[in-house]
């Protein structure tokens, strides 16, 4: 099933698919390593529930929403 | 270029580091230099580096350790200057004659990314593959030699904190020196490869190296693509954007790059890393645990941060008496050894007060360095970012401002140089624009004098609330208030150009080491002396040379002149009228005059001008009393509480500070900043001060 990285919940894992669109702040993500075919892990909400914190490639990264809205995962 | 004549050994040798953010990079810099290291700043940009020296066998090493990137697609001024240095471009700054690049083992997928981009600049290269103590405990167990092989560079294991692997790390180097050999071509994208040849082959005559080739045609309106095309004019910019489109189909080539990038990554991976499950450790775990938790995790954060604050305030005023008491004495030694006259009064009052009006700040500085260090170092700043990102977006920063913020409750000062690290242009000015509204240390001594002489201390609301307490609360939050517009405002003029940028590493908790705070600490304080001190130290002069001259020409026992003589008089009584609307006479309006360029300066103005001028009675009566009998020329008082409140505004609200000023120069590469800043800064506490005068005196009257 697809649907974003946005939309996952804390503890869910995923393989990023694709991305909505394509323009910088894709660009930017894929520079940090989330490419087609990696693993993710939510790890936890910021307090106001966004940003979130998810787990790539062995590291930690935060990221709001509105990014996370653009990351495809299937789960 | 030729570098040849700055090399004035044979066997000086330029040698780079580079590697992510949070590799250990600066540790193992501060391991390889030890002290041998000073703080500098890049010529013509803002970005600060460490430039250290060391003696390798027949080789003078001059190491240069440029910032943390992750890319060199150049967006923050950090990453930029990593660029420049492995192209050479950055002035008195040599191509390096090799590169060590340093790679934390624990997350060698990222790091490998800008590993291989750096390895493209062609300067021979060694790898220092940091914290690979820490490996055994996530479960991960790394193939050396054949990484070494597929990369086709020397790779050394190492631990920058246990200093393991360092001597090898040392012979690698001076092998690499001694026989520097090409890198091999990994062929990471052979497509992008072959339109940069192309690219460079038509333009071979114009000295461009082919790592900026490949930075601009892949970085689309990136630093380096802007600087090539206004070098190489149209007929570079039509080739690259036909090559882009005929290569890119639609995609970008920076996606393409990243893709290409990782699928190599990905498949060299696979030869060489195996991830079994981890033995966690209990402790780190619990402690992830703990500073995570939604509530508890907020309250530690709240905690520690009124710590801090608390701390900065609390434990530097021992310090700052003690500093103001030592300088007091030493000014009475040197005006009872020199007598009366101008050099007497040039040394106690120009020169002995002038440096301790700048080493007053430093207990305050020192400590809030400490502090942002010790944040830095354990990896606990980038969790004040993410739980601070939602408030912060409130007017338009991100979390990242936070922390400048924070500092610039302290000084203004080191807050904005503490916006380096945030990426995103916008963001950054807005913060910068806002930091000097938060009431600094500066403004304390104004508020508690005007506050504690003519605010009563009643209790308010049944004696839970002082009214002192409650005004110096109202001028904090007038700053914070008005440092928030202030960033809303430049973040809704740029709103269209701005971007959601919020990508931060959370790095593992680790400890700070120890040699490290201190080193980190004293090229700051270094740093800020010179920023700030010098200014802050030539302002205590100007301000005594105003006060001092014209020398009048009476005898040597009415020196120094009267205050109403001198230049600093004069000009009060210039441009008085302007400030009468807010209810100041000439004296008031001189002493706002001399804190123009350094607000604490006001009260050692007001204590000369009353304790100076001949027309005062000249009792030693303490400031306070002498300020609560000043009088206007028709006999009434002129300090008044609408007048006190309006002067508190003006202070809180207005950019009385030559060191931010050329902070902010600095950091935005532009006078245009500082002087809109100052201009806009001076209106709202002049247009603040003007209002509370004048409604509070109607109200006054009315009543």
């Not at chain 2, 490290?516 to 040379?545: D, E, Q």
């Amino acid at each position: 099933m697809n649907t974003t990285l946005a939309k996952m919940s804390v503890g869910q894992t995923g393989e990023i698919s694709g991305f909505q669109e394509s323009n910088h702040s894709v660009e930017n993500l894929l520079q940090m390593g989330l490419t087609e075919g990696s693993e993710i892990e939510i790890l936890r909400l910021a307090p106001s529930g966004d940003p979130i914190e998810l787990r790539v490639s062995g590291y930690s990264l935060s990221m709001r929403k509105a990014d996370a809205e653009l990351v495809i995962v299937t789960i | 270029m030729d570098f040849g004549t700055e090399k004035t050994a044979l066997d000086a040798k330029i040698v780079t580091t580079i590697g992510n953010p949070n590799t250990g990079k600066s540790t193992l810099f501060n391991r390889l230099t030890g002290l041998r290291q000073q703080v500098s700043n890049f010529p013509g940009v803002t970005v600060e580096y460490a430039k250290g020296h060391l003696a390798l066998e027949e080789f003078d090493v001059q190491l240069i350790d440029v910032p943390g990137t992750y890319s060199l697609t150049a967006q923050s001024p950090d990453e930029i200057v990593a660029v420049d240095v492995l192209q050479g471009a950055v002035p008195e700054t040599p191509l390096p004659d090799a590169v060590i690049i340093v790679i934390d083992s624990t997350n060698l997928r990222r790091n490998l990314f800008l590993c291989t981009q750096v390895l493209e600049a062609g300067i021979p290269a060694v790898i220092a593959l940091n914290m690979t103590d820490s490996l055994p405990s996530l479960g991960i167990e790394i193939n050396y030699p054949i990484l070494e092989e597929i990369l086709g560079i020397p790779l050394i294991p190492v631990s920058a904190s246990t200093g393991d692997g360092i001597t090898n790390l040392e012979a690698a180097l001076v092998n690499t020196l001694r026989m520097p050999t090409p890198n091999r071509d990994l062929a990471i994208c052979p497509d992008i490869d072959k339109a940069i040849e192309q690219l460079l082959s038509l333009f071979a005559n114009h000295q461009v190296s082919s790592i900026e080739m490949r930075r601009a045609f892949i970085d689309k309106n990136g630093l380096a693509d802007k600087r090539l095309s206004s070098r190489l004019g149209e007929p570079y910019s039509q080739l690259r954007d036909k090559l882009r489109s005929r290569l890119g189909k639609g995609r970008s080539i920076s996606a393409i790059e990243a893709r290409d990038r990782y699928s190599w990554i990905n498949a060299a991976l696979k030869k060489v890393q195996s991830v079994q499950d981890p033995n966690k450790n209990k402790a780190v775990e619990i402690l992830d645990r703990v500073l995570n938790h939604p509530l508890i995790g907020s309250l530690i954060f709240v905690l520690t941060m009124g710590a801090i604050f608390q701390a900065v305030f609390a434990w530097a005023s021992p310090l700052i008496e003690l500093i103001n008491l030592g300088v007091a004495a030493l000014s009475q030694v040197s005006s009872d050894y020199l007598g009366d006259g101008l050099i007497s009064s040039f040394v106690s009052n120009g020169l002995i007060s002038g440096v301790g009006s700048v080493i007053v700040f430093l207990p305050q500085i020192l400590i809030l360095f400490i502090f942002i260090i010790i944040l830095e170092d354990t990896g606990y700043i980038s969790r004040a970012a993410f739980l601070m990102d939602r408030v912060m977006r409130g007017i338009g920063l991100s979390g990242q401002a936070f922390i400048p913020m924070l500092s610039s409750f302290a000084c203004a000062v080191p807050g904005i140089m503490g916006t380096r690290i945030m990426a995103d242009r916008h963001d950054r000015l807005a913060t910068i624009l806002a930091a000097p509204f938060m009431t600094c240390s500066a403004r304390l001594p104004v508020y508690s004098l005007l506050i504690g002489t003519f605010i009563p201390n009643t209790h308010i609301f049944g004696g839970f609330i002082y009214l002192q307490g409650l005004t110096l609360l109202f001028l904090y939050l007038l700053g914070i208030v008005g440092g928030g517009i202030t960033a809303l405002i430049v973040s809704l003029l740029f709103w269209k150009r701005k971007k959601s940028t919020f990508l931060l590493e959370m790095p593992p908790y680790r400890l700070p080491k120890l040699s490290n705070v201190a080193i980190k600490l004293y090229g700051r304080a270094v740093v800020f002396l010179k920023r700030a001190g010098t200014i802050i130290f030539s302002v205590a002069v100007l301000v005594w040379v105003l006060a001092s001259f014209p020398m009048g020409n009476g005898t040597k026992t009415e020196m120094p002149p009267s205050i109403s003589q001198s230049y600093l008089g004069q000009m009060s009584k210039a441009v008085h009228p302007l400030f009468a609307p807010l209810g100041w006479d000439w004296k008031v309006t001189a002493a706002v005059i001399a804190s123009f360029p350094a607000r604490e300066v006001v009260i050692a103005a007001l204590a000369t001008i009353y304790a100076v001028d001949l027309s005062s009675d000249g009792k030693a009566t303490p400031l306070s009393e002498k300020i609560k009998n000043a009088v206007h020329e028709n006999g009434t008082k002129i300090y008044t509480i609408p007048m006190v409140l309006g002067l508190l505004v003006f202070y809180a609200l207005c950019l009385q500070c030559m060191a931010t000023v050329a902070v902010i120069r600095k950091e935005t590469e532009t006078w245009r900043w500082p002087i809109i800043s100052w201009l806009y800064m001076t209106s709202l506490g002049y247009g603040g001060a003007f209002l509370v005068y004048q409604v509070g005196t109607a109200m006054a009257v009315a009543t």
